[in-house]
T-cell receptor, first 111, second 114 residues
Framework: QKEVEQDPGPLSVPEGAIVSLNCTYSNSAFQYFMWYRQYSRKGPELLMY????GNKEDGRFTAQVDKSSKYISLFIRDSQPSDSATYLC???????????FGKGTKLTVNP | DTEVTQTPKHLVMGMTNKKSLKCEQH?????MYWYKQKAKKPPELMFV???????INESVPSRFSPECPNSSLLNLHLHALQPEDSALYLC?????????????FGPGTRLTVL
């Protein structure tokens, strides 16, 4: 079983839709949960991070972590064509430099 | 200055060549990372330098040789690479190494090995 599982998609939605992206992980030692956005031919950029369980909101983006089910989600409200990118979830243990990434989900938002 | 820069942007090399990738940050970060990313795959960690010392080597073949001359600079020396080493090489930096430190990524060097 991979440490982090993420459906690679692709996912195509119309502009204005609510997008839900998800990952599951297997190691309960993971404490830090991140979502990165990667545009084509660019490096990943951090969108959201969450420590332990709970929700975190930043503008149109909401990250959720449910440690009991080892499930992490990213919601994008009022999606825009500029949100078209690959979204990578990543997890890490406390005190560890090592990020474990999911495969990434390619999202296209159509005007 | 809040970015990680990488040079060159693109590199084409033969299997007998020696080349180097360069990464620089001026954010005062004390941890720097090399990742390899193949097409449609997530980044895979190769090396971590913490306070200019190699702290993690993810069993990377010796044809890849990292170097951290100072806290702002990270190099990756390449020698006798194989075509399967063609990938996007990403550098990242973070303020420290725990308990949580956001990793800032550079744009990457796209390497093609002929």
């Amino acid at each position: 079983q991979k440490e982090v599982e993420q459906d690679p998609g692709p996912l195509s939605v119309p502009e204005g839709a609510i997008v839900s992206l998800n990952c599951t992980y297997s190691n309960s030692a993971f404490q830090y949960f991140m979502w990165y956005r990667q545009y084509s031919r660019k490096g990943p950029e951090l969108l959201m991070y969450t420590y332990s369980s709970g929700n975190k909101e930043d503008g149109r983006f909401t990250a959720q972590v449910d440690k009991s089910s080892k499930y992490i989600s990213l919601f994008i409200r009022d999606s825009q064509p500029s949100d078209s990118a690959t979204y990578l979830c990543a997890v890490s243990q406390g005190g560890s430099e090592k990020l474990v990434f999911g495969k990434g989900t390619k999202l296209t938002v159509n005007p | 200055d809040t970015e990680v820069t990488q040079t060159p942007k693109h590199l084409v090399m033969g299997m007998t060549n020696k080349k180097s990738l360069k990464c620089e940050q001026h954010m005062g970060h004390r941890a720097m990372y090399w990742y390899k990313q193949k097409a449609k795959k997530p980044p895979e960690l190769m090396f971590v330098y913490s306070y200019e010392k190699l702290s993690i080597n993810e069993s990377v073949p010796s044809r890849f040789s990292p170097e951290c001359p100072n806290s702002s600079l990270l190099n990756l020396h390449l020698h006798a690479l194989q075509p399967e080493d063609s990938a996007l090489y990403l550098c990242a930096s973070s303020p420290g190494t725990g308990p949580y430190n956001e990793q800032f990524f550079g744009p990457g060097t796209r390497l093609t090995v002929l």
